[in-house]
Protein backbone atom coordinates (compact mmCIF):
# COMPACT_ATOMS: atom_id res chain seq x y z
CA UNK A 1 0.00 0.00 0.00
CA UNK A 2 1.51 3.30 -0.98
CA UNK A 3 1.90 5.96 1.87
CA UNK A 4 -0.08 8.86 1.14
CA UNK A 5 0.94 12.53 2.94
CA UNK A 6 -0.19 15.59 2.04
CA UNK A 7 2.34 18.59 2.83
CA UNK A 8 0.83 22.46 3.55
CA UNK A 9 2.43 25.62 2.58
CA UNK A 10 0.93 28.98 1.76
CA UNK A 11 2.71 28.71 -2.10
CA UNK A 12 2.69 26.02 -4.77
CA UNK A 13 6.09 24.77 -4.74
CA UNK A 14 5.69 24.32 -8.58
CA UNK A 15 5.69 28.34 -8.71
CA UNK A 16 6.77 29.65 -6.05
CA UNK A 17 10.24 31.05 -5.44
CA UNK A 18 9.77 31.43 -1.45
CA UNK A 19 12.43 29.35 0.86
CA UNK A 20 9.91 26.96 1.86
CA UNK A 21 8.21 26.16 -1.53
CA UNK A 22 12.16 25.91 -3.33
CA UNK A 23 12.67 23.42 -0.04
CA UNK A 24 9.07 21.11 -0.24
CA UNK A 25 9.71 21.29 -3.80
CA UNK A 26 13.41 19.33 -3.44
CA UNK A 27 11.73 17.62 -0.60
CA UNK A 28 9.01 16.23 -2.78
CA UNK A 29 11.31 15.77 -5.81
CA UNK A 30 13.83 13.69 -4.21
CA UNK A 31 10.72 11.45 -2.23
CA UNK A 32 9.64 10.22 -5.62
CA UNK A 33 13.24 9.35 -6.79
CA UNK A 34 13.42 7.29 -3.61
CA UNK A 35 10.44 5.64 -3.34
CA UNK A 36 7.97 6.62 -6.73
CA UNK A 37 5.61 3.57 -6.60
CA UNK A 38 5.46 3.17 -3.55
CA UNK A 39 4.46 6.93 -2.08
CA UNK A 40 1.32 9.22 -3.15
CA UNK A 41 2.14 13.16 -2.72
CA UNK A 42 -0.24 16.19 -2.48
CA UNK A 43 0.15 19.99 -1.24
CA UNK A 44 -2.73 21.82 -0.09
CA UNK A 45 -2.10 25.93 -0.88
CA UNK A 46 -3.85 28.39 -1.10
CA UNK A 47 -5.07 30.33 -4.59
CA UNK A 48 -6.23 33.61 -4.17
CA UNK A 49 -8.63 35.60 -5.90
CA UNK A 50 -6.26 36.86 -9.12
CA UNK A 51 -4.40 33.86 -9.43
CA UNK A 52 -7.34 31.71 -10.15
CA UNK A 53 -6.47 31.98 -14.02
CA UNK A 54 -2.70 31.11 -13.22
CA UNK A 55 -2.93 27.80 -11.18
CA UNK A 56 -0.80 25.32 -12.19
CA UNK A 57 -1.47 21.71 -12.26
CA UNK A 58 1.09 18.52 -12.75
CA UNK A 59 0.32 15.52 -10.61
CA UNK A 60 3.83 13.88 -12.34
CA UNK A 61 5.32 15.42 -9.00
CA UNK A 62 2.20 15.77 -6.68
CA UNK A 63 -1.36 16.41 -6.60
CA UNK A 64 -2.63 19.60 -5.69
CA UNK A 65 -4.83 20.64 -3.52
CA UNK A 66 -5.95 24.34 -4.25
CA UNK A 67 -8.21 25.92 -1.19
CA UNK A 68 -9.54 28.64 -3.29
CA UNK A 69 -9.72 32.29 -0.82
CA UNK A 70 -11.92 34.88 -1.68
CA UNK A 71 -8.97 37.23 -1.35
CA UNK A 72 -6.60 39.08 -3.70
CA UNK A 73 -3.33 38.13 -3.08
CA UNK A 74 -2.24 39.71 0.37
CA UNK A 75 -0.11 42.26 1.22
CA UNK A 76 -2.11 44.36 4.08
CA UNK A 77 -4.60 41.33 4.40
CA UNK A 78 -2.15 38.56 4.98
CA UNK A 79 -3.12 38.00 8.74
CA UNK A 80 -6.24 37.54 7.78
CA UNK A 81 -5.35 35.20 4.68
CA UNK A 82 -3.47 33.15 7.24
CA UNK A 83 -6.27 32.55 9.41
CA UNK A 84 -8.84 32.03 6.62
CA UNK A 85 -6.33 29.09 5.09
CA UNK A 86 -6.66 27.68 8.13
CA UNK A 87 -10.31 27.49 8.44
CA UNK A 88 -10.31 26.26 4.99
CA UNK A 89 -7.92 24.06 5.83
CA UNK A 90 -9.54 22.33 8.80
CA UNK A 91 -12.75 21.76 6.58
CA UNK A 92 -10.56 19.68 4.25
CA UNK A 93 -8.98 17.69 6.76
CA UNK A 94 -12.23 16.83 8.42
CA UNK A 95 -14.19 15.75 5.49
CA UNK A 96 -10.77 14.10 3.61
CA UNK A 97 -8.92 12.82 7.07
CA UNK A 98 -9.14 9.19 5.35
CA UNK A 99 -7.35 10.04 2.44
CA UNK A 100 -3.89 10.39 3.92
CA UNK A 101 -1.86 8.64 6.30
CA UNK A 102 0.58 11.39 7.32
CA UNK A 103 -0.31 15.18 7.49
CA UNK A 104 2.96 17.57 7.49
CA UNK A 105 2.51 21.53 7.65
CA UNK A 106 5.50 23.58 6.68
CA UNK A 107 5.25 27.18 8.55
CA UNK A 108 2.43 28.31 10.88
CA UNK A 109 0.20 28.08 7.90
CA UNK A 110 -2.36 25.52 8.36
CA UNK A 111 -1.34 24.55 11.90
CA UNK A 112 -5.06 24.76 13.02
CA UNK A 113 -5.84 21.46 10.89
CA UNK A 114 -2.93 18.97 13.00
CA UNK A 115 -5.45 18.60 15.84
CA UNK A 116 -8.62 17.55 13.72
CA UNK A 117 -6.07 15.17 11.50
CA UNK A 118 -6.20 11.48 13.11
CA UNK A 119 -2.79 9.94 11.07
CA UNK A 120 0.90 10.97 11.89
CA UNK A 121 1.21 15.05 12.69
CA UNK A 122 4.41 16.34 11.14
CA UNK A 123 4.86 20.00 12.13
CA UNK A 124 8.46 22.50 10.55
CA UNK A 125 9.17 25.39 11.96
CA UNK A 126 10.91 27.45 9.37
CA UNK A 127 11.89 30.07 11.83
CA UNK A 128 9.53 32.32 14.42
CA UNK A 129 7.70 35.04 14.54
CA UNK A 130 9.13 36.44 17.69
CA UNK A 131 12.65 36.16 16.51
CA UNK A 132 11.65 38.07 13.03
CA UNK A 133 9.66 41.07 15.23
CA UNK A 134 12.68 41.39 16.85
CA UNK A 135 14.50 41.88 13.80
CA UNK A 136 12.52 44.39 11.85
CA UNK A 137 10.06 46.08 14.34
CA UNK A 138 12.69 49.22 14.67
CA UNK A 139 12.59 49.89 10.67
CA UNK A 140 9.29 50.10 10.68
CA UNK A 141 7.00 53.32 11.69
CA UNK A 142 2.97 54.30 12.05
CA UNK A 143 0.20 51.68 11.07
CA UNK A 144 3.16 49.02 9.42
CA UNK A 145 4.40 48.60 13.02
CA UNK A 146 1.57 47.93 14.88
CA UNK A 147 0.09 45.86 11.66
CA UNK A 148 3.48 43.82 12.21
CA UNK A 149 2.58 43.63 15.82
CA UNK A 150 -0.48 41.87 16.04
CA UNK A 151 0.69 39.74 12.55
CA UNK A 152 3.08 38.58 14.67
CA UNK A 153 1.09 37.58 18.20
CA UNK A 154 -1.21 35.90 15.60
CA UNK A 155 1.56 34.10 13.75
CA UNK A 156 3.15 33.16 17.29
CA UNK A 157 -0.46 31.83 18.32
CA UNK A 158 -0.09 29.74 15.34
CA UNK A 159 3.14 28.53 15.55
CA UNK A 160 2.34 27.12 19.43
CA UNK A 161 -0.86 25.60 18.07
CA UNK A 162 1.13 23.65 15.48
CA UNK A 163 3.99 22.55 18.10
CA UNK A 164 1.31 21.38 20.76
CA UNK A 165 -1.05 19.20 18.15
CA UNK A 166 1.86 17.65 16.48
CA UNK A 167 3.19 14.13 17.08
CA UNK A 168 6.50 15.53 16.18
CA UNK A 169 7.88 18.97 14.94
CA UNK A 170 11.16 20.01 13.24
CA UNK A 171 13.67 22.96 13.21
CA UNK A 172 16.66 23.71 11.76
CA UNK A 173 17.42 26.04 14.26
CA UNK A 174 18.24 25.01 17.61
CA UNK A 175 17.49 28.69 19.13
CA UNK A 176 13.74 28.22 18.02
CA UNK A 177 14.34 24.54 19.04
CA UNK A 178 14.91 25.65 23.14
CA UNK A 179 12.58 28.78 23.01
CA UNK A 180 9.72 26.19 22.31
CA UNK A 181 10.70 23.63 24.69
CA UNK A 182 10.78 26.13 27.18
CA UNK A 183 7.82 27.91 26.15
CA UNK A 184 5.42 25.06 25.92
CA UNK A 185 7.08 22.71 27.57
CA UNK A 186 7.18 19.89 24.81
CA UNK A 187 10.02 17.75 24.08
CA UNK A 188 8.33 16.29 20.56
CA UNK A 189 10.52 19.41 18.76
CA UNK A 190 13.81 17.76 17.08
CA UNK A 191 16.83 18.96 14.80
CA UNK A 192 16.21 18.33 11.04
CA UNK A 193 18.51 20.43 8.87
CA UNK A 194 17.37 21.90 5.61
CA UNK A 195 18.47 20.17 2.50
CA UNK A 196 20.18 20.39 -1.29
CA UNK A 197 19.92 19.05 -4.30
CA UNK A 198 23.85 18.59 -4.59
CA UNK A 199 23.37 16.69 -8.10
CA UNK A 200 21.53 19.76 -9.59
CA UNK A 201 23.92 22.51 -7.49
CA UNK A 202 27.25 22.05 -8.36
CA UNK A 203 30.07 24.16 -9.54
CA UNK A 204 31.11 24.72 -12.63
CA UNK A 205 34.68 23.88 -14.23
CA UNK A 206 35.01 26.92 -15.79
CA UNK A 207 34.18 30.45 -14.25
CA UNK A 208 34.97 32.60 -16.63
CA UNK A 209 32.83 30.50 -19.58
CA UNK A 210 29.46 31.34 -16.81
CA UNK A 211 30.26 34.54 -16.79
CA UNK A 212 30.50 35.28 -20.22
CA UNK A 213 27.28 33.08 -20.94
CA UNK A 214 25.52 35.50 -18.24
CA UNK A 215 26.79 38.77 -19.97
CA UNK A 216 28.72 39.75 -17.26
CA UNK A 217 32.40 40.95 -16.78
CA UNK A 218 35.02 37.98 -16.69
CA UNK A 219 37.42 39.68 -15.15
CA UNK A 220 35.96 40.61 -11.62
CA UNK A 221 34.90 39.50 -8.11
CA UNK A 222 31.51 38.63 -7.61
CA UNK A 223 29.33 38.19 -4.89
CA UNK A 224 25.71 37.04 -4.60
CA UNK A 225 22.74 38.36 -2.28
CA UNK A 226 19.51 36.52 -2.71
CA UNK A 227 16.29 37.16 -1.12
CA UNK A 228 12.75 38.00 -0.97
CA UNK A 229 12.34 40.53 1.98
CA UNK A 230 15.39 43.13 1.68
CA UNK A 231 14.16 44.12 5.39
CA UNK A 232 14.93 41.27 7.49
CA UNK A 233 17.58 40.12 4.82
CA UNK A 234 19.37 43.38 4.70
CA UNK A 235 20.52 44.09 0.65
CA UNK A 236 20.88 47.55 1.84
CA UNK A 237 24.15 46.29 3.71
CA UNK A 238 25.55 43.93 0.80
CA UNK A 239 25.28 46.91 -1.12
CA UNK A 240 27.22 49.26 1.44
CA UNK A 241 29.70 46.24 1.59
CA UNK A 242 30.19 46.08 -2.10
CA UNK A 243 30.50 49.84 -2.85
CA UNK A 244 32.93 50.01 -0.11
CA UNK A 245 35.54 47.22 -2.09
CA UNK A 246 37.45 47.78 -4.74
CA UNK A 247 37.20 44.57 -6.99
CA UNK A 248 33.62 43.39 -6.34
CA UNK A 249 30.82 43.38 -8.12
CA UNK A 250 27.23 42.36 -6.64
CA UNK A 251 24.52 40.14 -8.44
CA UNK A 252 21.37 40.46 -6.47
CA UNK A 253 18.39 37.89 -6.63
CA UNK A 254 15.39 39.56 -5.37
CA UNK A 255 13.85 42.71 -5.29
CA UNK A 256 15.08 45.71 -7.95
CA UNK A 257 15.52 48.27 -5.37
CA UNK A 258 19.14 49.82 -6.08
CA UNK A 259 20.44 50.67 -9.80
CA UNK A 260 24.35 51.42 -8.79
CA UNK A 261 27.84 50.94 -10.56
CA UNK A 262 28.64 46.82 -9.84
CA UNK A 263 25.27 46.19 -9.13
CA UNK A 264 23.78 43.29 -11.53
CA UNK A 265 20.33 42.84 -10.26
CA UNK A 266 18.79 39.86 -11.74
CA UNK A 267 15.30 39.75 -10.44
CA UNK A 268 13.57 37.12 -8.70
CA UNK A 269 14.20 33.84 -10.25
CA UNK A 270 12.17 30.70 -11.43
CA UNK A 271 14.61 29.31 -13.95
CA UNK A 272 16.44 27.13 -11.82
CA UNK A 273 19.52 26.58 -14.50
CA UNK A 274 19.69 30.31 -14.58
CA UNK A 275 19.84 30.85 -10.61
CA UNK A 276 22.53 27.64 -10.85
CA UNK A 277 24.87 29.78 -13.47
CA UNK A 278 24.77 32.94 -10.78
CA UNK A 279 26.06 31.12 -8.02
CA UNK A 280 28.90 29.30 -10.06
CA UNK A 281 29.91 32.67 -11.50
CA UNK A 282 29.98 34.20 -7.52
CA UNK A 283 33.16 33.51 -5.52
CA UNK A 284 31.07 34.30 -1.94
CA UNK A 285 27.38 34.80 -1.38
CA UNK A 286 26.34 37.16 1.35
CA UNK A 287 24.52 36.53 4.27
CA UNK A 288 23.84 40.17 5.79
CA UNK A 289 20.32 38.60 7.14
CA UNK A 290 20.18 40.10 10.73
CA UNK A 291 18.45 36.86 11.76
CA UNK A 292 18.78 33.52 9.36
CA UNK A 293 18.28 29.92 10.23
CA UNK A 294 19.79 27.62 7.29
CA UNK A 295 19.13 29.51 4.08
CA UNK A 296 17.99 27.52 1.06
CA UNK A 297 19.62 29.94 -0.62
CA UNK A 298 22.77 29.72 0.89
CA UNK A 299 22.70 25.58 0.66
CA UNK A 300 22.26 26.10 -2.88
CA UNK A 301 25.48 28.58 -2.88
CA UNK A 302 27.77 26.38 -0.66
CA UNK A 303 26.87 23.30 -3.23
CA UNK A 304 27.77 25.02 -5.88
CA UNK A 305 31.20 26.07 -4.02
CA UNK A 306 29.97 29.57 -2.93
CA UNK A 307 32.12 30.86 0.06
CA UNK A 308 29.57 32.33 2.60
CA UNK A 309 30.02 35.55 4.44
CA UNK A 310 27.84 35.66 7.19
CA UNK A 311 27.58 37.12 10.83
CA UNK A 312 29.58 35.07 13.25
CA UNK A 313 26.02 34.36 15.44
CA UNK A 314 24.56 32.67 12.43
CA UNK A 315 26.94 30.08 11.23
CA UNK A 316 25.28 26.79 11.06
CA UNK A 317 26.69 23.36 12.30
CA UNK A 318 29.96 22.09 10.46
CA UNK A 319 31.06 26.26 10.05
CA UNK A 320 34.82 26.49 10.46
CA UNK A 321 35.60 29.97 9.94
CA UNK A 322 38.39 30.64 7.42
CA UNK A 323 37.94 26.82 6.34
CA UNK A 324 34.82 26.55 5.01
CA UNK A 325 33.27 30.07 6.15
CA UNK A 326 34.03 33.65 6.56
CA UNK A 327 32.29 34.64 9.73
CA UNK A 328 31.45 38.76 10.35
CA UNK A 329 31.50 40.28 13.79
CA UNK A 330 29.07 43.32 12.77
CA UNK A 331 27.79 45.24 9.71
CA UNK A 332 31.03 47.24 9.52
CA UNK A 333 32.98 43.59 9.15
CA UNK A 334 31.48 42.90 6.13
CA UNK A 335 33.52 45.24 3.41
CA UNK A 336 36.78 44.55 5.43
CA UNK A 337 36.35 40.75 4.61
CA UNK A 338 35.74 41.58 0.95
CA UNK A 339 39.10 43.52 1.21
CA UNK A 340 41.00 40.82 2.60
CA UNK A 341 39.46 38.45 0.02
CA UNK A 342 40.70 40.83 -2.60
CA UNK A 343 44.35 40.71 -1.23
CA UNK A 344 44.57 36.87 -0.73
CA UNK A 345 41.89 35.40 -3.88
CA UNK A 346 44.12 32.47 -3.82
CA UNK A 347 42.72 31.21 -0.33
CA UNK A 348 38.93 30.99 -1.68
CA UNK A 349 39.75 28.53 -3.98
CA UNK A 350 40.66 26.02 -0.74
CA UNK A 351 37.43 27.04 0.95
CA UNK A 352 35.24 26.64 -1.56
CA UNK A 353 36.31 23.05 -2.11
CA UNK A 354 35.37 22.43 1.63
CA UNK A 355 32.14 24.46 1.35
CA UNK A 356 31.24 22.32 -1.39
CA UNK A 357 32.13 18.91 0.78
CA UNK A 358 29.79 20.11 3.87
CA UNK A 359 27.15 20.15 1.80
CA UNK A 360 27.69 17.05 0.31
CA UNK A 361 28.31 15.73 4.18
CA UNK A 362 25.81 17.57 6.39
CA UNK A 363 22.84 19.08 3.75
CA UNK A 364 22.76 16.29 0.58
CA UNK A 365 18.80 15.62 -0.17
CA UNK A 366 20.37 11.90 0.10
CA UNK A 367 21.20 11.50 2.92
CA UNK A 368 18.20 13.50 4.75
CA UNK A 369 15.47 11.90 2.55
CA UNK A 370 16.43 8.67 4.42
CA UNK A 371 16.49 10.23 7.59
CA UNK A 372 13.19 11.93 7.41
CA UNK A 373 11.70 8.44 6.47
CA UNK A 374 12.72 7.33 9.54
CA UNK A 375 10.50 10.01 11.03
CA UNK A 376 7.53 9.45 8.79
CA UNK A 377 7.44 5.53 9.57
CA UNK A 378 8.21 4.64 5.94
CA UNK A 379 10.03 1.54 4.90
CA UNK A 380 12.71 1.46 2.35
CA UNK A 381 15.58 0.02 0.50
CA UNK A 382 19.00 0.95 1.10
Same mark, same amino acid.
Given at each position: ???????? $?????????????????????? +????? @?????????? #????????? $??? *???????????????? #??????????????????????????? *????????????? +?????????????????????????????????????? $?????????????????????????????? !???? @??????????? *????? &??????????????????????????????????????????????????????????????? @???????? %???????????????????????? !?????????????????????????? %?????????????????????????????????????? *?????? &?????? +??????????
Amino acid at each position: MKSRILYV $TFGNPLTEIGGIEIYLSTLIKN +LKKEL @NNDIKISVAY #PVFLNDRNN $TVK *DESLFTPVELLLPLPR #PKKLITFAKFLFNIYLVLFIIRHNKDY *DILHVHGDNGTFA +LRHFRGKRIFSLHGNSKNYYKIIKGQLRGIRSLMLFYA $TLFSGFLEKVGVLSADLVFSDQMEVINYFK !ATVK @NNNIVYMPNLV *DTEFF &KPSENRRAVRKNLGIEENRLYAVWVGTDPLRKRLDLAVKSIAESKYFNLLVVGPKEYSLDRII @NFGFIKNK %ELLLEIYQASEVILITSSHEGQSI !AMLEAMSAGCVPIIRRYLSVPGFVDG %ENCILADSDDSFPKILANIENKISNLEIMSHNVRRLAL *DMFSAD &KMILRL +LEYYGINYIV
